[in-house]
């Protein structure tokens, strides 16, 4: 009954915020402390401590650190140069940013860390080519999420390892190649849709006009070579550390890099550079986003303590039918992952049940590890997850922001996890 009211919870919050125009966030922290200290016996500060601080400080610094771009017009330019790049083929433009992020995330980067550095570059070129910003959305979504399941990448570790400790270890590596390979098969088919099967995602005119941009100003030139060394620092430790792993000082120094502290190294860099003033750079933090994840996670972290995730994670395991359990666990995961975290929450609570479900009803263990990271991570683009909230963040202004929450939560996730369950289904009958 409890984990019954918190789901509703969180409905009610979505739904209140959605009809009022007021931030979810604000409601999804009363409820939070409603549920979690009258009904849980929970401490005031046990509930506070539910705010997720480092989600807020990442979003916080990196939108920082982009905004002296977005403010001295760099950022634009640089999508006009991209974009001028594609004149002639301006509907591979989904394809070209799936790439480019997947490319990223595949050396090492990790989902969150290209999220945050594609979502504002990949919307400014929606804006200058007229694209669906839900289809670059999505495109970078999929891009940075399949990227990052390469086995020698931050997610296809983790896969890796919670195989290895469900009894896999010596399939962990083919399995993880064929979790990358599937979830690479199903983002291109995903955006294949999004570009060709809605309506705004059709609308990219082949006869657009790209005039070739300005070149950049020295300011602007100075913020580009800042950049390019923001990402150059944050992802040459972690290709470093998979090249040469038994190197002791990289794995040190690769232990001790965070996209979130190197942002705010750099920001301070930008503001003695005087690359933008600091109060137009300061204004442009995504406050309502920040206060709409975070009250939203507190709220997530209340249904962790009242056991909600661990529930759902064992009805998935009980008296289903053999045909049912694929479908199930991609359903569930997706479900999971929408209020929690995919790799610390979804595969930790759903990869244990592998073998004795694999055991019991014949289904080979591979179906059921890719149905899990396919199903988790179709819900990724929700504006309460990570990824849907650096899209959010990405967001120059607040009508914009209003506009991108519903059709992310409304018509993105739906979408995602439909597409991602019949995916699994067609892939537990092939392999």
């Known amino acids: ?83 001028y790049m594609f004149r002639r083929f301006p509907g591979l433009l989904p394809f070209a940013l799936y790439l480019a992020s997947a490319g990223i995330a595949a050396l090492g980067a990790g989902f969150f860390t290209v999220m945050a550095f594609m979502a504002p570059i990949a919307l400014l070129i929606c804006e200058e080519s007229n694209m669906d910003k839900l289809t670059g959305a999505v495109s970078i ?11 020698t990448s931050g997610s296809g570790i983790i896969f890796r390892g919670l195989m290895e400790e469900s009894g896999y270890a010596d399939v962990s590596f083919r399995y993880s190649a064929a979790i990358f390979t599937a979830s690479v098969i199903f983002s291109l088919l995903f955006i294949v849709l999004f570009r060709f099967g809605t309506k705004n995602g059709r609308c990219i005119p082949q006869n657009a006009s790209f005039e070739k941009p300005e070149p950049f100003t020295p300011l ?84 962790v303590s009242a056991g909600t995730i661990d529930l759902l994670a064992a009805w998935a395991g009980s008296s289903l039918p053999v045909w049912l359990i694929p479908i199930a666990f991609s359903i569930v995961s997706a479900v999971m992952s929408f209020f929690s975290s995919t790799l610390g929450v979804v595969c930790p609570a759903l990869f244990p049940l592998v073998p004795a479900l694999s055991g019991a009803v014949g289904i080979p263990p591979l179906i059921l590890f890719s149905c899990i990271v396919i199903g988790a991570q179709s819900s990724a683009i929700s504006p309460f997850s990570s990824g849907g909230s650096l899209i959010m963040g990405a967001c120059t202004t607040d009508e914009e922001r209003s506009h991108m929450f519903p059709r992310l939560l409304f018509q993105a996730v739906p979408m995602s ?11 537990s009958v092939i392999l």
């Open 141 to 151: 979504n999929c891009g940075a999420l399949s990227g990052a399941n390469f086995m």
């Open 1 to 83: 009954m409890l984990s019954f009211c918190i789901v509703a919870a969180i409905a009610v919050s979505v739904i209140i915020g959605y009809k009022t125009g007021f931030n979810t966030g604000f409601f999804a922290i009363i409820f939070a402390y409603l549920i979690g200290s009258f009904a849980m016996a929970m401490s005031p500060k046990e509930i506070i401590n539910g705010w997720p601080v480092s989600t807020m400080f990442v979003i916080f610094s990196v939108s920082l650190f982009y905004n002296f771009a977005l403010v001295n017009g760099t950022l634009e330019k640089t999508a006009r140069y991209l974009l």
């Open 220 to 303: 602007q030139i100075k913020n580009v070579y800042l950049m390019i060394l923001m990402i150059g620092t944050v992802l040459i430790f972690p290709i470093l550390h998979i090249l040469f792993p038994t190197a002791d000082w990289i794995t040190f120094i690769n232990s001790k890099m965070d996209v979130g502290l190197a942002a705010i190294l750099f920001s301070a860099a930008a503001l003695f550079m005087k690359l933008a003033p600091q109060k137009e750079v300061l204004a442009r933090v995504p406050w309502n986003t920040i206060i709409m994840i975070c009250g939203v996670g507190m709220l997530i972290q209340v249904a």
């Open 417 to 427: 996890v439909i597409f991602a369950t019949l995916f699994n289904l067609v892939l």
